[in-house]
């Protein structure tokens, strides 16, 4: 979680996790960061916290807010941002990681990438592609991608003000320089939703599968008796189609045996599994279509 | 024209494992031979509303023309398939549905939604979609994915950046380059194709797709796919034991038999008889 330290001439008073959407600072014992000190407005100020983005705004102060020196009305506050009203200062900490990976369920979120932004993209990329190769302008358009994120989260709560990069990054010439050129002016949105977290962490392998014990059939009867195969793959189909059909199911939690068609369904150990899926244990006797079979776990 | 008998339909939404709420909707009408997907996006709970009036307009306004107009009919003036017109133009119509909403209410802004509609007519199907959810057919037990992705990633694929094996672990798989009521106007791409007795047809979002592997959607079709609703369960299943990150919606569509239209007196006869 972001948070602000609260000090006065270097002296460290609070810190303030921003654990809620809206955190009020004032004069007023109302808000959530009261400062008495008649300098600060009775409602000051305000900070909006969506996700790991915290946006602050002025609510019109008499004094005014301003941050890094610099009086703002919206701004998309930025890690180690310094926030001054009056003789106070508020230093901003972005939680640990989130500049660098939005977390997985955030980043997936599917987004709209919006024409406008994606000529910009693709200028971007065929800019640094004649100097860098495919490779670095597909880096070039990636950064391009994040800056075009990037700048609607902001652009969409903080409005024109923001200073974040914009999509309409001046013209550049590599790759590295497209990831590091702010643009000079307001960030139109490019990618809906507006507020949705920066899409810049690389996405993770898909996540592999947890090690899954290996089961196996070992027919009992009929002509095939003696046989084995190996439930390597996710579903295995077993039986007479027209006659009787089961499915064997492979799932972290183990092998499952599933009634799929015929007017009987398969029995275990003698007992018949009804329609819904049977959980299988090692040395289970299956007996389909009229055929007897072991289950049995290979380990 | 009832298709209700020539087309099976099975169909299921679930959250996941990761998500909180579902975003994903889905709507069949399986007389009128459509079906309808779509996976919102927006802050709260503004993505269930965006695919929500997109499968509901969609549902609604395609039945209603449907009761006046002949889908397989050619249209004098733009000289295309009546399917055709009727679905871009609903389509238009949820777009600018969702767009007025999200305009009009601050906490819809900025919501918009993946689309995916089939509209079978006359042994054939008009294909339409926006963004990341998918069609497939699986056909003489080989699975072929139709539509094409709006997503950055797959015009990073087409033009050579990154190969479809880098894609599976690329960054910004989830940007989309078109979708449902994020502008006042919207482009959909639509196709037609044949379709043939025994074709399975597949919508998903990407939940799914990109969850479960395209061998592993291969072989559950070819093995549960006389039993749709089992394969529906199997492959929501399948995305959720291999981590269910996303919502997973699934529609199968099953071509029971031929379905032509009805031409000419005789055969509009015969087709009232039915």
Known sequence: MAKLILSMDGLVLK???????????????SNDIQIDNLAVSGEHAVIVTIMSDSFLEDLGSTNGTIVNGNPVKKHFLQNNDVIELGKYKLKFLAEPGVQAAASAADFEKTMVLRPSAMKAAVDQARAAAPSGGPQQADKARAAAVQQAAGAAASAGTAA???????????????????????????????????GAPPAAAPAEAPAP????????????????????????????????????VAVLTRRPQGYYITHVEGANQPSVNGQSIGSAPHALKDHDVIELAGVKMEFFVKG | MNLSDALEISSCTDPGIVRSHN??????????????????????????????????????????????????????????????LILR????????????????????????????VCLFYDNRVMVGHLGDSRLYRLRDKKLKQVTRDHSLLQEQIDAGLITPEQAKTAAHKNLV????????????????????????????????????????????????GRHLNLATQQLVQMANDNGGRDNVSVILVRVLREYPAARGVVGKFFAWLK
């Open chain 1, 15 to 29: 810190e303030i996790p921003l654990s809620k959407e809206r955190t009020t600072i004032g004069r007023k014992p």
């Open chain 1, 160 to 194: 024109k003000e923001s200073k974040a990069p914009a999509p309409a990054a001046a013209p550049t010439g590599g790759a590295a320089h497209a990831t590091a050129s702010p643009a000079p002016t307001g960030a139109a949105p490019a990618v809906a939703p507006a």
């Open chain 1, 209 to 244: 599968r947890p090690a899954q014990l290996l089961g196996a059939i070992q027919i009992l009867s009929g002509s095939n008796a003696g046989k084995a195969l190996e439930l390597v793959k996710p579903l295995t189909t077993l039986g007479k189609p027209g006659v009787q």
């Open chain 2, 23 to 84: 975003e994903d909707s889905v709507a069949a009408d399986p007389a009128n031979g459509l079906v309808v997907l779509a996976d919102g996006m927006g802050g709260y709970n503004a993505g269930e509303v965006a695919s929500g009036m997109a499968t509901t307009v969609i549902q609604a306004e395609v039945a209603q023309i449907l009761g006046n107009v002949e889908p397989h009919l050619i249209d004098e003036k733009t000289n295309k398939v009546f399917a055709e």
């Open chain 2, 89 to 116: 133009e609903q389509i238009r119509k949820a777009n600018a549905s969702i767009y007025q909403a999200a305009q009009a209410q601050s906490q819809y802004a900025g919501m918009g939604t993946t689309l995916v």
């Open chain 2, 177 to 224: 380059t078109r979708a449902l009521g994020i502008d006042p106007g919207v482009e959909p791409e639509l196709h037609e194709y044949r379709t043939q007795p025994g074709d399975i047809f597949l919508l998903c979002s990407d939940g799914l797709c990109d969850m479960v592997s395209d061998e592993d959607i291969a072989l559950t079709l070819k093995a549960l």
